[in-house]
C-alpha cells in the first residue's frame, strides 16, 4: 500500500498481482478521527468502504484502514522583505507568511502574521529619575506605538524598567537610646542635683549625628523651709463709727518649702473700736440689790 496526499483528499491505493483497490478518505474525516499525534505526526484509523475489480467482478467491504502522515498545518516560512516605504527619511520593510492550516485548527498559528523592521514601536523616552536616592529604586521608560503602511500591531513592549542605585548605600542618621534612670541626689539637704543619660548611635554612610542633649540635669533635696509671716496689712475700716465696732487685719504666710513647718499664729487679727457713745443715746440703769457682805 502506499499513501498519496492529494489536497483535499488522501487516496489509498493497494496494488496486487490480481487485485486493484482505491478509497478516498475526506480530510474533515481524519481530522475528527485523530488518535495520537506525534510533534506533527498524524495517526488515523478508520472503516473505509473498499470497491475492488477482480476478473471483471466489482466487489464492496469495509476495511480497517491507519494512516500515517505529518500534518501541514501551521505558519508557512517568511516572505521576503519588501521595498522600503521610503527612499530617505527613515522608512519600513515589511514581510509576511500564511497560515497553512484551516479555521478549526487556527490555533496551530501562533504569532504575527506581519512584521516590520524596524519595529513599529516609536523611539524610546529617556529613563525616568529613579524612585529612590539610594538603596533599591525603579526607573522606567516608555514608548507610543507609531501606525505604519501594511503594519498590523506593534512588535515588543510599551513600556520597560530597570533597577537603579541599587550600589549607592542610602545614609543612616544617628538615633538615641532610651534615657537611663533619674541618679541619686548628689546632696541630703541643701541643694544638691541628680542627672541621667542616653547614648547615641553613631551615624553612618554620611547620616546625621543625633539631635538634642545626651545629659539632662536637676536639682534635688533642698533643705526645708518653715513658713513665714508677712507683715500685718493695715486696720480695715471700723464696722461702726459710735457704739463699739471692730476692724480687722490679716497677714500672708510664705511657705512653708520642702516639708518645712507652717507659720504658727492665726493669719487674722480682730480690735473692737468707736466704743464712745453715740450722740442722744440713752444710758439706762439698772438697780441692784442690796449687798451682802460675806
Given at each position: 500500500m502506499r499513501e498519496q496526499n492529494t489536497g483535499t483528499h488522501i487516496l489509498l491505493v493497494f496494488m496486487g498481482p490480481f487485485l486493484h483497490l482505491s478509497a478516498i478518505i475526506m480530510d474533515y474525516e481524519i481530522r475528527t478521527l485523530l488518535l495520537s499525534r506525534d510533534g506533527n505526526l498524524i495517526c488515523v484509523t478508520k472503516n473505509v468502504l473498499i470497491n475492488g475489480f477482480f476478473l471483471g467482478i466489482t466487489l464492496?467491504?469495509?476495511v480497517l484502514v491507519s494512516?500515517?502522515?505529518f500534518n501541514t498545518g501551521g505558519?508557512?516560512?517568511?516572505?521576503?522583505?519588501?521595498?522600503?516605504?521610503s527612499e530617505c527619511g527613515g522608512g519600513v520593510q515589511t514581510r509576511t507568511r500564511t497560515c497553512q492550516s484551516p479555521p478549526e485548527e487556527a490555533y496551530l498559528c501562533e504569532g504575527v502574521l506581519?512584521?516590520?523592521?524596524?519595529p513599529s514601536g516609536g523611539e524610546w523616552s529617556a529613563w525616568s529619575v529613579c524612585?529612590?536616592?539610594?538603596?533599591?529604586?525603579?526607573?522606567?521608560?516608555?514608548?507610543l506605538c507609531i501606525s505604519v503602511p501594511y503594519s498590523t500591531q506593534c512588535s515588543g513592549?510599551?513600556?520597560e524598567q530597570r533597577?537603579?542605585?541599587n550600589t549607592v548605600v542610602c545614609p543612616v542618621h544617628g538615633s538615641w537610646d532610651e534615657w537611663t534612670p533619674w541618679s541619686l541626689c548628689s546632696s541630703t539637704c541643701g541643694r544638691g542635683y541628680r542627672d541621667r543619660t542616653r547614648s547615641c548611635k553613631e551615624p553612618q554612610f554620611g547620616g546625621n549625628p543625633c539631635d538634642g542633649p545626651e545629659k539632662q540635669t536637676k536639682f534635688c533635696n533642698i533643705c526645708p523651709v518653715d513658713g513665714q509671716w508677712q507683715l500685718w496689712s493695715s486696720w480695715a475700716g471700723c464696722t461702726k463709727t459710735c457704739g463699739g465696732g471692730s476692724q480687722q487685719r490679716q497677714r500672708v504666710c510664705y511657705g512653708p518649702f520642702f516639708g518645712g513647718e507652717p507659720?504658727?499664729?492665726d493669719r487674722e487679727e480682730v480690735r473692737r473700736c468707736n466704743e464712745k457713745r453715740c450722740p442722744g443715746e440713752t444710758i439706762t440703769f439698772r438697780t441692784l440689790g442690796p449687798c451682802i457682805r460675806s
Open positions: 464492496t467491504w469495509t494512516v500515517c502522515g505558519w508557512s516560512g517568511w516572505g521576503n522583505w519588501a521595498e522600503c516605504s506581519e512584521e516590520v523592521d524596524p524612585s529612590t536616592t539610594c538603596g533599591e529604586g525603579w526607573q522606567s521608560r516608555t514608548r513592549p510599551l513600556r533597577p537603579c542605585n507659720c504658727p499664729g
